[in-house]
């Protein structure tokens, strides 16, 4: 089971992810509003695993992203988008983010195919 | 010149409005009402989030929840109606956050794809307050009504440019 760090300046949808990701069997290590906190969070923590927030007030999911794989070249961060955003996608996964949900999040099997599709490939 | 309208924008938001009642937050909705143009006031309701879309487009959405919908919808998202008495507000005002944004992401994917809207702002929160319009200004409002509520959806449509 992985340990998570979720990044997202929205409550409801921290909650919502955390809710899915420990029914999963996850572990939350750290919950960030925003590119600081996550950056502090993930130097702080054993995290195998980050779902990110591609839009945010500030710095934007893209560039908060960026930040962690300066830190650490092999980080796990998967975007949690919303229709339209396509071209951010585009622009996160040549960043680096290695997979994306897109909201609105319906069901723990949505998330779960995402995680193992990267865990899978990582494991190959 | 080109240009849409602001009921056609109202109509784009409103169709994907009721797809996300009925499919994501499983809430029926009872009928849809329009509100007659003309209004000197835009009344919101117990929290309203306002979004400013612009680009080629350029355009304010307001959306405005009673206060049962509002909570039920939010319920939804996190899966539980058991809220920590201090989180309630927030949890609310970020229900009503990512309520707009998903829906004017589903209402205007082929807009931002065909570079119509460039840049869709992150909403602000507004919460039992009337909004005095600028004179001049046209607003489309729908109403869709649930059995916890009204879900009021406002466009205000500023200009027009060639797109």
Redesign the interface.
Known sequence: MLQVLIVDDSLIMRKQIKKILESLGHTIMGEAKNAEEAVSMYKRFRIDLVTMDISMPGKDGISTSRDIIAIDPKAKIIMITSQGQEDMVVDAIAVGAVGYILKPITSEEQVSKVINKVFIKKSE | MTSIDGNILLNKITKKAKI?LTQ?AKIDYDSIGTIQDGLDKLKLNYCSVIVYVHGKLNFTVFMSFEEDLLKEI?HT????DEIEES?KK??YA??A??TI??I???A??DY??QGK?SG?I?PIELCNTTITKLEGITAFSKDLTTKFGKLSIKVIDYKEKDI
């Open positions: 996300f994501y939010s998202f996190i899966g539980t989180e927030d949890i970020s229900g956050k990512e944004n998903t004017l992401g589903l205007f994917t931002i794809n809207i869709i992150p």
